[in-house]
T-cell receptor, first 113, second 114 residues
Framework: AAGVIQSPRHLIKEKRETATLKCYPI?????VYWYQQGPGQDPQFLIS???????DKGSIPDRFSAQQFSDYHSELNMSSLELGDSALYFC????????????FGQGTRLTVV | GQQLNQSPQSMFIQEGEDVSMNCTSS?????WLWYKQDPGEGPVLLIA?????ELTSNGRLTAQFGITRKDSFLNISASIPSDVGIYFC??????????????FGKGTLLTVNP
């Protein structure tokens, strides 16, 4: 079965640079979530989209933005990167209509140096 | 915001032993979930619970949704080496509409000695 696809798997950026993370949800899933997981921490909710509209917002810095496109894939844009942004970033998708829970991708490991 | 207290933080057990971990919340959830995460990978959904008092099994895993809707436990029976990983409880308020963002517990690191 198709899963949530994230790219890239690994990313190394320097401070103050910009990064773009991509997420391709499971086919026919209408909701995408972004989570940030620091070393040894639990995943923290950043933002979600339902049918291409922002549906909820968590502890996402103003330097970050995200959107969901017409094909339902989503991108997380991160600017003015800081060392503290180094973390695993997970995308998850679910289907409200199909009443499924969130399935997670394999994540993008972002390292800011 | 809502917080989940998960315990224990870590467990070291022998293969074949049973394991139990639990989560408590400061407020109610409409759905409780249990995920397992391997190092560097995304969380994988193990069990979902939707009704207070519900007891659900998935192979050697059994989980329950507390009657107060503020707690849940996960049991693993006859542990095997591949059970090693971090187990997270999570909850959300979604119920036929919005508010499906997950709040996670801090995780339980399980080590199984062969």
């Amino acid at each position: 079965a198709a899963g949530v696809i994230q790219s890239p798997r690994h990313l190394i950026k320097e401070k103050r640079e910009t990064a773009t993370l991509k997420c391709y949800p499971i086919p026919r899933h209408d909701t995408v979530y972004w989570y940030q997981q620091g070393p040894g921490q639990d995943p923290q909710f950043l933002i979600s989209f339902y049918e291409k509209m922002q549906s909820d917002k968590g502890s996402i810095p103003d330097r970050f933005s995200a959107q969901q496109f017409s094909d339902y894939h989503s991108e997380l844009n991160m600017s003015s990167l800081e060392l503290g942004d180094s973390a695993l970033y997970f995308c998850a998708s679910s289907s409200r209509g199909g009443n499924t829970e969130a399935f997670f991708g394999q994540g993008t490991r972002l390292t800011v140096v | 915001g809502q917080q989940l207290n998960q315990s224990p933080q870590s467990m070291f057990i022998q293969e074949g032993e049973d394991v139990s971990m639990n989560c408590t919340s400061s407020s109610i959830f409409n759905t409780w979930l249990w995920y397992k995460q391997d190092p560097g990978e995304g969380p994988v959904l193990l069990i979902a619970l939707y009704k207070a008092g519900e007891l659900t099994s998935n192979g050697r895993l059994t989980a329950q949704f507390g009657i107060t809707r503020k707690d849940s436990f996960l049991n693993i029976s006859a542990s095997i080496p591949s059970d090693v990983g971090i187990y997270f409880c999570a909850g959300h308020l979604g119920s036929g509409g919005s508010n499906y963002k997950l709040t996670f517990g801090k995780g339980t690191l399980l080590t199984v000695n062969p």
